[in-house]
C-alpha cells in the first residue's frame, strides 16, 4: 500500500469515484465496497469543472467520467476534450492517487499483433486523441488503465444492445473485421483493486480480457449464452459505416505482469448471470 497517503487514525481508505453512474464506476462501487467510498455521478461532479467540496480528502481516486461516445466525438470534438482532458485534469487536481481509465483506441489498429504498454499511440479518432491527451494530463501519481469493449449489467454497452436486438429481430448484421478483447467491467473493477493494492507502480497498465474476438463472434456468443435464436450477419466495417474509425487489431496485453483477467466468455457468463438473462 505504500502509494497511498497515510491515514493516521488506520481508518478505512477513502475513496471517490467519478462518473458513477456509468457502467464501470457502478462496477467499481462494488469491488472497493470495503473502502469508504463516495460515488458521484454528473449531477454530483460534472468534471469540466473544479471539484466541488468533499467530506474529506481522498485518499485515491477511481476516474471513469468520461465522454464515452465515439462517434459523437467526432461532431463534437472539443465537448469530448472538455470532458475527458479537462476532467482529468481536474481529477489529477485533487492531488491523491489516481485511476484513470483509457482505451484501446489510442492505438490505430496497424501492428497486427497485440498492442503492449510500449507501443507507440497513433488515434484515428477524435475520441482516442482526447483519451491520449487525458493520459497525459493523469500526472505522475497515476494508474492509467488502458482497457477495451467494455460491457457491464448496466448502462450503455454491445450485450445490452444485442440483447434487445436479439429479441425483436430474427437477424442482426454485425461488424467481423475488427478484432479486440471484450471486457466485463466487473472484471475489470476487481483487477483495479489488485493493482492499486499491490506494489505495482504508477503508470501505463494494459487490462483487458483474455482471449479475443470480432464484434460478429462476440455477437454469436451472446446469443448462444442467453439461448436467443437470432442470426449473425457478418459484415465489414465500410458496411457498416460508422462515423469514427475504429482499429482493426487493438488486443491488449501486458508486457509488465498486470493483472490477468478471465476470458471475455467468462466475463459473458458472469455478466447475463447479473443480469438475470
Ligand atoms: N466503454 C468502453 O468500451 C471503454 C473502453 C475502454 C476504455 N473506456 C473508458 O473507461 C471509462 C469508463 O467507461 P464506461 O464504459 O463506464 O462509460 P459510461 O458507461 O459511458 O460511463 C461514463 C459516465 O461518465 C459520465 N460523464 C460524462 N461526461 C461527464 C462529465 N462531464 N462529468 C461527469 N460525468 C460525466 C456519464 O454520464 P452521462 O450518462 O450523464 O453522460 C457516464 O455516467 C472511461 O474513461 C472510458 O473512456 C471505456
New binding site residues.
Given amino acids: 500500500m505504500e502509494h497511498h497517503d497515510a491515514n493516521p487514525l488506520g481508518a478505512r481508505r477513502r475513496t471517490l469515484i467519478?462518473?458513477a453512474?456509468?457502467?464501470?464506476?457502478h462496477a467499481l462501487a462494488g469491488a472497493f465496497a470495503g473502502d469508504d467510498v463516495v460515488a458521484l455521478?454528473?449531477d454530483g461532479?460534472?468534471?469540466?469543472f473544479d471539484a466541488p467540496a468533499l467530506p474529506w480528502v481522498p485518499d485515491l481516486v477511481l476516474h471513469?467520467?468520461?465522454?464515452?461516445n465515439l462517434d459523437g466525438a467526432e461532431d463534437d470534438p472539443q465537448g469530448a476534450a472538455a470532458?475527458n482532458l479537462a476532467?482529468t485534469t481536474h481529477a489529477a487536481a485533487l492531488g491523491a492517487p489516481l485511476v484513470t481509465?483509457?482505451?484501446?483506441y489510442v492505438f490505430d489498429g496497424m501492428k497486427g499483433a497485440p498492442y503492449v504498454e510500449s507501443d507507440a499511440p497513433a488515434p484515428r479518432s477524435a475520441y482516442g486523441r482526447t483519451?491520449l491527451h487525458a493520459e497525459a494530463a493523469a500526472g505522475e501519481r497515476a494508474w492509467i488503465v488502458r482497457?477495451?469493449?467494455?460491457f457491464g449489467e448496466t448502462?450503455?454497452n454491445f450485450v445490452r444492445t444485442m440483447l434487445r436486438l436479439g429479441t425483436e429481430r430474427e437477424e442482426v448484421s454485425v461488424v467481423d473485421d475488427q478484432r479486440g478483447c471484450p471486457t466485463y467491467?466487473g472484471h475489470l473493477a476487481e483487477a483495479t483493486r489488485t493493482l492499486v493494492d499491490s506494489d505495482a507502480g504508477f503508470g501505463i497498465w494494459h487490462v483487458a480480457a483474455d482471449g479475443d474476438c470480432t464484434w460478429a463472434d462476440f455477437a454469436e456468443a451472446i446469443f448462444e449464452e442467453a439461448g436467443i435464436d437470432c442470426q449473425v450477419r457478418r459484415i465489414t466495417t465500410a458496411e457498416f459505416g460508422a462515423r469514427a474509425p475504429r482499429p482493426a487489431l487493438s488486443i491488449l496485453r501486458s508486457e509488465k505482469g498486470a493483472p490477468r483477467l478471465p476470458h471475455w466468455r467468462d466475463g459473458l457468463r458472469a455478466c447475463l448471470a447479473a443480469i438475470g438473462t
Avoid at 481509465?101 to 484501446?104: I, K, W
Fill in positions: 467519478t462518473g453512474r456509468g457502467q464501470l464506476g455521478g454528473r461532479w460534472d468534471v469540466r471513469t467520467a468520461a465522454w464515452t470532458a476532467g481509465y483509457s482505451t484501446d483519451k482497457s477495451s469493449w467494455l448502462g450503455h467491467v
